[in-house]
């Protein structure tokens, strides 16, 4: 698809007018904004900024998938995860914050990488963006888990994590978006 994005910037952009901080804690960072719309007329746009983050879809050499099962607190369950990980620092380069995340997460290490694109998990109300990997020529380590994480390492048959994507069963986005791309790309 092909769009004509500047005139596209001149029709839909938002102006902000003035911000408000609501919130500043450790990962998140709430903003309260008033913007112009395109018609002359106001709005409240309430913002999440956040630092960024990374995640990876590790393939074995046949075609299992290093997962994750974790407890989220907002969810008030375990859910089935690829590993996954936010910056330390905004300009922390992103394929090092992801090796770093899949070697204290799982143990694991590799060889190749393949940048799979960026994510915007909701961009309704969030600057956050996860940039996706596919890890490949996988070494399994000693995992270095952060004091607060629990988490159980399963290896998953692509092609099962397909159809758990397809049946609705992967309820997490990230997830589904790289087992999609990876089972493109890998022709499963």
Same mark, same amino acid.
């Given at each position: 698809m092909q769009f004509d994005e500047s005139s596209e910037l001149k029709r839909l952009a938002e102006t902000q007018a003035s911000t408000e901080d609501i919130f500043d804690g450790v990962i998140l960072h709430v903003k309260r904004d008033m913007v112009s719309l395109s018609n002359g007329s106001t709005a409240v746009r309430e913002v999440i900024r956040h630092i960024g983050a990374v995640c990876v879809i590790p393939v074995t050499e046949d075609n299992r998938v290093i997962m994750e099962r974790q407890f989220r607190y907002p969810l008030n369950r375990v859910i089935l995860e690829i590993p996954a990980g936010k910056l330390d620092a905004p300009d922390e380069d992103r394929l090092s914050a992801i090796r770093r995340e899949l070697r204290e997460?799982?143990?694991y290490s590799a060889d190749e990488w393949t940048e799979l694109g960026d994510f915007h998990p909701a961009p309704a109300y969030s600057d956050e963006y996860i940039t996706?990997?596919? &890890?490949?020529?996988?070494?399994?380590g000693e995992r270095d888990l952060d004091d607060d994480e629990f988490l159980d390492v399963y290896a998953i048959p692509l092609a099962d994590l397909v159809k758990d994507v397809m049946e609705g069963r992967?309820?997490? &986005?990230k997830t589904q978006v790289c087992v999609l791309k990876a089972a493109r790309i890998l022709g499963i």
């Open positions: 997460e799982t143990g996706m990997y596919m &890890a490949r020529g996988l070494h399994k992967i309820s997490d &986005a």
